[in-house]
């Protein structure tokens, strides 16, 4: 099970912190990514971490504002946000891979276990 926190309202140019917390060891041995989502779109990559976390990957929308990162010891992969945009606006969601995570995997079909999601919404 997962659960996303740290969503929030700010204004443009603020930063935000989201934590994804796994229940037991399920992120260890998995890739973890971020997805967003706005309502009629489809959900949408934005970063990705390995299970060991030595690789990460970004959409180019957030590549150099947007950093996860990951602690096992917590079970908690966390994405900040910094220079957040009004575009950025989203409910944000994490997942835990399908397959065993030595790779980034970007597709929602790659992902089997998602959390609620936490919404960020982001004033101009």
């Known amino acids: 099970q997962l659960a996303e926190s740290g969503g929030g309202t700010v204004q443009a140019g603020a930063s935000l912190r989201l934590s994804c917390v796994a229940s037991?060891?399920?992120?260890?041995?998995?890739?973890t990514g971020w997805f967003r989502q706005t309502p009629g779109e489809e959900r949408e990559f934005v970063a990705c971490i390995t299970w060991n976390g030595d690789m990460t990957s970004y959409a180019d929308s957030v590549k150099g504002r947007f950093t996860i990162t990951k602690d096992n010891a917590k079970n908690t992969v966390y994405l900040q946000m910094n220079a957040l945009k009004p575009e950025d606006t989203a409910d944000y969601y994490c997942a835990k891979s399908r397959l065993f995570g030595d790779q980034c995997f970007r597709a929602v079909g790659d992902f089997d276990y998602w959390g609620r999601g936490t919404q960020v919404t982001v004033s101009s």
């Open positions: 037991g060891r399920a992120l260890n041995m998995h890739t």
